[in-house]
């Protein structure tokens, strides 16, 4: 069993930073993309940035230039750096990666979500 637990989430004003983390734990044998989602207020799950095993990223036009996504994989843990917070940014975010596991059909790439995190953008 695989699971993502996220942390670093609360309140912040506009302008303000927040760090979320992500560590993975459990039985598998690599992490392939790891990426963040957030779901706001009435709105669908949205990908905010991924980033692959090789440090490869991408991300949410919404988003670019303001967060970063990094990971260090021999702590099986991704990161989002969010700076300059906009009250649009207010949402659940969640953690997600691809882990290579093994099945009942032998060794497969599964993904895996996080419980989320609420980021709270507020003055």
């Known amino acids: 069993q695989v699971q993502l637990v996220e942390s670093g989430g609360g309140l912040v004003q506009p302008g303000g930073s927040l760090r979320l983390s992500c560590t993975a734990s459990g039985n598998f044998y690599d992490i392939g993309i790891m990426g963040w989602h957030r779901q706001g207020p009435g709105n669908k799950r949205e990908l905010v940035a991924t980033?692959?095993?090789?440090?490869?990223?991408n991300y949410a036009h919404s988003v670019e230039a303001r967060f970063t996504i990094s990971r260090d994989n021999a702590k099986n843990t991704v990161y989002l750096q969010m700076n300059s917070l906009k009250p649009e940014d207010m949402a659940v975010y969640y953690c997600?990666?691809?882990?290579?596991?093994?099945?009942?059909?032998?060794?497969?790439?599964?993904?895996?979500w996080g419980q989320g995190t609420q980021v709270t953008v507020s003055s």
């Open positions: 980033i692959a095993a090789d440090g490869t990223t």
């Open positions: 997600n990666a691809d882990f290579d596991v093994y099945t009942n059909y032998g060794r497969a790439w599964r993904n895996y």
